[in-house]
DNA sequence: CAAGACAACATTGTCGACAATATATTCTTG
DNA sequence: CAAGAATATATTGTCGACAATGTTGTCTTG
């Protein structure tokens, strides 16, 4: 929700800055089908612009690695496989775990506080089954988000922010991933932030480390279903 | 060397393409000083190309993190803070820890061969003294790409090598990096080249993050002794 | 003389048109 | 009728020109 990419502001920035951000979400929630091809002409008259900012746009979007082009062909938006899923889980495990060592040894109380709040947050959701498992998946990425800010690398943060959680919620919409996990992963979520207020780096490692080896498997779980189903 | 980025044959791709390594070389090397404005017209003079393509291979340099850019204002070659270089260490000895550890499990035993091979060389030119410091500092590079080719993951080496490789190569020319623990690296790399050759996946990322914290440290003095002495 | 406003300039952002390349269709030929 | 070549079409790549924004230098004015 307060990941900067989503709220994209149509008042700022220049038109490829902003086809960019449109594009990348209309992408990531599936509005443009996976594999379907990116035309620079029908795009240029679906968003009443020119061929220039768009095609900027999609360069950013290869660097993003959202869509594949070929020179003289044009770029197809990609279509995820579980390997390459399962290739972003192995990445996000040793990048996060580092980011909730680093938050536990950097991270200011204040984000530690506003933590808390998120997590008290999505424990009312969750006791209220009121919540729709959208806004829990994005609640999730939410928190992910803030302890990856809160280890001060920004580095890190462009790594995480900028690609891989943006492919990790193109999957989510995908296959409609629906989160039964939502209990167990508050209660991981809990821990995590307890070893960072406590500022045990190592153990805030190993807990975030194992929080993303568990979601892994549970989609492992899903994907071995979704294959035996078809 | 065999780092596909660096040979930039002015045959193929289009001239995007083209000005993007061209200008990605020329930044990595020093040829365009830190700090310095990327301007399009004169660029685009100095190439002998149009200003659109430019603009793209820019955008892309952008997305790299090589240069920063502000609407209607430009682009300026980064500088590198000796706190962004920390963090690109802290993020590579996750993320080639994580490599090692892959490269034991799936690495196949040609590749592991051809790593033999190339520590042979390096073995030979550290012996010989007829080194140059350019050329270890490249063999270095070569060894960390291919155990990061050797992982398989492919986004894995995508981060590595579209951007974190460049940053550290950037760095290198920036200070002026002369290695005399070369002798020590290659006998760290002998030891990694061992554990994935044996199959022991822990001992490789154990070893490989110890490579590179070492590395670390090594910078960090010479940092702290250029500081000193400024 | 200093500080702010104004104007001239340069640079970036955007657009439409043309050239080069790839794909699809049609035609020929065994 | 099938397979391949040649053409036709559409898309991407490239370019030069115009508009919008930032910057810089100058001029006025307190």
Redesign the interface.
């Known amino acids: 929700m307060s990941i900067p990419a989503e709220d994209f502001t149509d008042a700022n920035?220049?038109i490829?800055?902003r086809i960019f951000d449109r594009l990348r979400h209309a992408i990531v929630v599936g509005e443009i089908a996976p594999g379907s091809k990116i035309s620079e002409p029908v795009l240029a008259a679906r968003y009443g612009i020119s061929r220039?900012p768009l095609?900027?746009a999609i360069?950013?979007l290869?660097?993003?690695?959202l869509v594949d082009r070929k020179?003289?062909v044009g770029a197809r938006v990609i279509t995820l496989t579980s390997e390459?899923l399962l290739?972003?889980y192995?990445?996000r495990e040793?990048?996060e775990?580092?980011a909730a060592r680093?938050a536990a040894e950097k991270m200011p109380d204040a984000g530690i506080a506003d933590l808390r709040r998120l997590l008290d947050q999505h424990r009312n959701e969750v006791a209220q089954e009121a919540w729709q498992a959208y806004f829990q998946e994005e609640g999730d990425l939410d928190f992910h988000f803030r302890i990856v800010q809160g280890s001060g690398?920004?580095?890190?943060a462009?790594?995480l922010c900028n690609d891989l959680y943006h492919l990790a919620r193109m999957y989510r919409c995908q296959f409609g991933m629906r989160s039964d996990r939502a209990r167990d992963a508050l209660k991981e979520h809990e821990l995590i932030v307890d070893a960072i207020s406590d500022r045990d780096g190592e153990l805030a490692e190993w807990l975030m480390r194992r929080h993303i080896r568990i979601s892994r498997r549970a989609t492992e779980r899903r994907l071995a279903e979704m294959q035996r189903n078809s």
Chains 1, 2 share one sequence.
């Open positions: 920035g220049t490829a800055d220039g095609r900027e360069r950013r290869e660097s993003s690695s020179p003289n390459q290739e972003i192995a990445i040793a990048l775990g580092m680093l690398n920004r580095r890190l462009n790594i």
